[in-house]
């Protein structure tokens, strides 16, 4: 079978060190636009890594990150001869490039519109009336179109997670990153950040989550990817992965994670 | 104790005089200090070594030489390299460049306190580093630098008083003149301290309204 685009992203033997650790053992993985891919695994496996050089937050030290037919961090040179993508470019794929952390980081100093419209007018430089008024419309979808004056310290750990969602999406990102937005919620404000995700899913957005929701990446992922020890183990699709893996060591992380 | 209330009042026309001359040179000299401190903070943290390195040998340079040394190596020794210049320039240059180090290390310690997911958040965003730093990072920085910034600059209204071994009537040479002069010690030198205090009420009284309305988060 042919696939009818080329891949919004394709990560092509990639490599990362953090000093002498190597962390990222030569990842491929390759994500279709409208596709959500869910990346599970224990902890340290490099699935955060991952995330952070897929927008080049992190540096990576072989391999080769595109991004819509363009090279993120380093030219198509590859090895000793690669070069820098230069700083300017990068901001421009970083545009397009949404992310979701785990610590939430918004910005404590602005409003919650503030957050919003933040970098739609300061890097795109929309109209700020427009992009008050698309602000707007994102609060409303995430759930929180009330809380546009209040500061972020005011807010729940569940409404601030949305609120970062929404302020990613301001920017009309081709692709959304979440690294495991719901890791530091109490389990009864995982719930509303979920869902977001979810209709945002539904409505065709491409997504690479990095996730320990397995209930999320059961029912919402095209693709489930598991990673270990800086290696992908096995990419399925839920069904498969969840019913029957391929690898003894995804069957075993599992069965640990739905009996503990 | 020799205080004398007429010799008191008799003085202070000399000593607002010298106020004024005080006033200038730590209003001139802090501009300087804050110019150079925020140009210095924001280096000393870059990721380029070109700028760290030199911002961290002035500031290292300037912590550990004596203002008054500075002040007296300027006074005497910019003639002796063919500059001259007037001592009140000579005065705000040495406070100035004294007190810009220690403005950095202020700054860059105030950068350095904002947890580095504001950095990340504003880069995924797409913001080039000086644009996060100016609407994201240093705006929080200010907010918390603010009590430090106050304190040096009292500092510096005080280090002021040093100039006046360089032949500038400031606050501290009016009086002392007028001591000699009177041969009354306690009345001008309380007229001075009192000169002191309010130079220096003002920045307290900014200080604490900046910070309600800025409040710290």
Aim: proline share 5%.
């Amino acid at each position: 079978m042919t696939l009818p685009h080329a891949p919004i992203l394709r990560i092509t033997n990639l490599h990362k060190r953090y000093g002498d650790v190597e962390v990222l053992h030569g990842i491929d993985l390759a994500v279709q636009a409208g596709e959500v891919v869910v990346v599970i695994g224990p902890s340290g496996s490099g699935k955060s890594s991952l995330l952070a050089c897929v927008n080049f937050l992190e540096p990576f030290h072989a391999g080769e990150v595109v991004f819509d037919g363009r090279p993120v961090g380093y030219g198509p040179a590859g090895g000793a001869m690669r070069q820098r993508v230069p700083e300017q470019a990068l901001n421009l794929l970083r545009r397009e490039l949404g992310m979701v952390f785990q610590q939430f980081n918004l910005f404590p100093h602005l409003t919650v519109l503030q957050n919003v419209t933040e970098a739609p007018i300061h890097v795109k430089g929309i109209a700020p009336a427009v992009a008050r008024a698309e602000a707007m419309v994102l609060l409303d979808k995430v759930g929180l179109a009330n809380k546009a004056d209040s500061y972020p310290r005011a807010l729940s750990g569940g409404q601030q997670q949305r609120i970062a969602i929404a302020r990613a999406l301001a920017m009309r990102p081709k692709l959304m990153l979440f690294d495991e937005v719901t890791s530091s919620l109490d389990p009864e404000l995982k719930g509303e950040v979920l869902r977001v995700m979810r209709a945002l899913a539904e409505e065709g957005m491409t997504m690479l989550v990095v996730t320990h929701e397995l209930g999320f990446a059961r029912e919402v992922a095209d693709r489930v990817v598991f990673m270990e020890q800086g290696r992908i183990v096995e990419i399925g699709t839920p069904e498969a992965m969840f019913t029957a893996p391929q690898s003894a060591r995804t069957r075993e992380f599992l069965q640990a994670s739905q009996h503990g | 104790m020799d205080f004398s209330f007429d010799v008191f009042l008799a003085a202070i026309p000399s000593l607002l005089k010298g106020m004024v001359i005080t006033a200038k040179i730590a209003a001139l000299s802090a501009l300087v200090g804050l110019v150079l401190g925020t140009l210095g903070g924001l280096a000393r943290v870059s990721p380029r070594r070109v700028l760290r390195l030199p911002a961290l040998v002035y500031v290292t340079l300037m912590r550990a030489t004596p203002v008054l040394v500075t002040l007296l190596f300027l006074y005497y020794g910019l003639p002796s390299a063919g500059l001259l210049l007037d001592a009140t320039t000579v005065g705000v240059i040495a406070l100035g460049i004294t007190n810009g180090a220690y403005m950095s290390e202020i700054l860059r310690g105030g950068i350095e306190s904002i947890d580095g997911g504001q950095m990340r958040a504003a880069r995924a965003l797409g913001m080039s580093y000086p644009l996060a730093m100016r609407r994201i990072v240093l705006p929080q920085a200010a907010r918390r630098v603010l009590p430090p910034v106050t304190n040096e600059l009292i500092s510096l209204i005080k280090n002021t008083s040093l100039v006046s071994t360089v032949a500038i009537s400031d606050l501290l040479r009016a009086g002392m003149d007028f001591m000699s002069w009177k041969a009354n010690t306690f009345s001008p030198f309380a007229g001075v301290a009192l000169g002191y205090l309010l130079l220096t009420l003002p920045l307290i009284a900014i200080n604490a309204w900046l910070e309600k309305r800025y409040r710290v988060t």
